[in-house]
């Protein structure tokens, strides 16, 4: 079975304090992905991974950055965190997608809360 | 730009009751259609679709996709109280999920 883990389930942060947010898969996965889900916003991307040292936008990066230093990890980096990206954080990976489909395949979740 | 529309955003139904689920997309390069349950924790895939017209079933859940009309649907026969969790709707356009608001299910015993 694809595993992904997320390093934290719950974290409780200060307002201007950098945050890191790791994810780790298991099957050698070239794609992964940095989601926040919110209510009534659903899953928005922030940043995507489609190989080692690679790193795409998604739709709201700003605030964010990523690091993907090897292929099984990829690190959301909150470089001084604010009330408003209090979410949810969902880490996904799935398998290059170009010859074929995939599905995505999701972590645990990290619920940060910035106070 | 890409997108996802999901309806209802939410629902209360009786359990036993039949539910249909609604997913309607605008993608530039499609590949496939997703649905996933979610329960307060991570979303735990349900079914994966590429063509028109085949029904894919898992016990009481079964979706179909129409490329022409660009929409799927889900459907949850004899609803129980398991049952209820955000469902998702995803598209694969190219190499990214474009992602619904999802639809929040609440089965009443």
């Known amino acids: 079975d694809v595993k992904v883990t997320q390093s934290s389930r719950y974290l409780v942060k200060r307002t201007g304090e950098k945050v890191f947010l790791e994810c780790v898969q298991d099957?050698?996965?070239?794609?992964m992905f940095w989601y926040r889900q919110d209510p009534g916003l659903g899953l928005r991307l922030i940043y995507f991974s489609y190989d080692v040292k690679m790193k795409e936008k998604g739709d709201i990066p700003e605030g964010y950055s990523v690091s993907r230093e090897k292929k099984e990890r990829f690190s959301l980096i909150l470089e001084s965190a604010s009330t408003n990206q209090t979410s949810m954080y969902l880490c996904a990976s799935s398998p290059k997608t170009w010859y074929g489909d995939a599905e995505a395949f999701f972590g645990q979740g990290t619920r940060l809360t910035v106070v | 730009e890409d997108k996802v529309v999901q309806s209802p955003l939410s629902l209360v139904v009786h359990e036993g009751d039949t539910v249909t689920l609604n997913c309607s997309y605008e993608v530039t390069n499609f590949r496939s259609l997703l649905w996933y349950k979610q329960e307060k924790k991570a979303p735990t895939f349900l079914f994966m679709l590429?063509?028109?017209?085949i029904e894919k079933k898992s016990g009481r859940l079964s979706s179909i996709l129409d490329k022409k009309e660009l929409f799927s649907i889900l459907n949850i026969t004899a609803t129980q109280t398991g049952d209820s969790a955000v469902y998702l709707c995803a598209v694969l356009s190219g190499n990214q999920f474009y992602f619904g608001t999802g639809t929040s299910l609440t089965v009443i015993p």
């Open positions: 590429t063509s028109s017209g």
């Open positions: 099957m050698d996965h070239e794609n």
